[in-house]
T-cell receptor
Framework: ETGVTQSPTHLIKTRGQQVTLRCSSQSGHNTVSWYQQALGQGPQFIFQYYREEENGRGNFPPRFSGLQFPNYSSELNVNALELDDSALYLC?????????FGSGTRLTVV | QKEVEQNSGPLSVPEGAIASLNCTYSDRGSQSFFWYRQYSGKSPELIMFIYSNGDKEDGRFTAQLNKASQYVSLLIRDSQPSDSATYLCAVNTGNQFYFGTGTSLTVIP
């Protein structure tokens, strides 16, 4: 139990559709980052939000977007889904001891 | 060149031995370095982090950082079968956070 909640845990979408993934915690963290982890690979950094503003972005196209809310919960939105978007999506909250990951959302695009 | 490189393994060690995991990074401006453990089907969990050159110990784990060589390692003493997992090295550079592909470790009873 990490204290970081992601929903949903599993999701199946059709190519071309849009998806929204959510991340929250019981205690407020002003920095949240999102990652994509394909099978057998390390997590790839998508972007980071600090106090509701994006302040870092990895090599992902604009159809990957996000939001952070005043209560520090966060969303990852992916438009125009492609088959290669199938992966485990992780959010991580930054604390004094580093980043703590949620349990992830497994997205399958068919 | 990848930002963070790790030997994918698999690495096998007998129970009670020392496991040594290595990681190199490309950006000399990187500021902080993390080791995560990931069991199959689970999310990564933080083992420890290090910011300064030298060694940092936490229980059976020791992280070693050499910024001149752009090298960070993790030693696991008295390895246990429960340590069998994939170990991910992560590097924080500015507002970017890069992971290696991970090293698979198996501890043989």
């Amino acid at each position: 139990e990490t204290g970081v909640t992601q929903s949903p845990t599993h999701l199946i979408k059709t190519r071309g559709q849009q998806v929204t993934l959510r991340c929250s915690s019981q205690s407020g963290h002003n920095t949240v980052s999102w990652y994509q982890q394909a099978l057998g690979q390390g997590p790839q950094f998508i972007f980071q939000y600090y106090r509701e503003e994006e302040n870092g972005r990895g090599n992902f196209p604009p159809r990957f977007s996000g939001l952070q809310f005043p209560n520090y919960s966060s969303e990852l939105n992916v438009n125009a889904l492609e088959l290669d978007d199938s992966a485990l999506y992780l959010c991580a909250l930054r604390g004094t001891g580093g980043y703590t990951f949620g349990s992830g959302t497994r997205l399958t695009v068919v | 060149q990848k930002e963070v490189e790790q030997n994918s393994g698999p690495l096998s060690v007998p129970e009670g031995a020392i496991a040594s995991l290595n990681c190199t990074y490309s950006d000399r401006g990187s500021q902080s370095f993390f080791w995560y453990r990931q069991y199959s089907g689970k999310s990564p969990e933080l083992i420890m982090f290090i910011y300064s050159n030298g060694d940092k110990e936490d229980g059976r784990f020791t992280a070693q950082l050499n910024k001149a060589s752009q090298y960070v390692s993790l030693l696991i003493r008295d390895s246990q079968p429960s340590d069998s997992a994939t170990y991910l090295c992560a590097v924080n550079t500015g507002n970017q956070f890069y992971f290696g592909t991970g090293t698979s470790l198996t501890v043989i009873p």
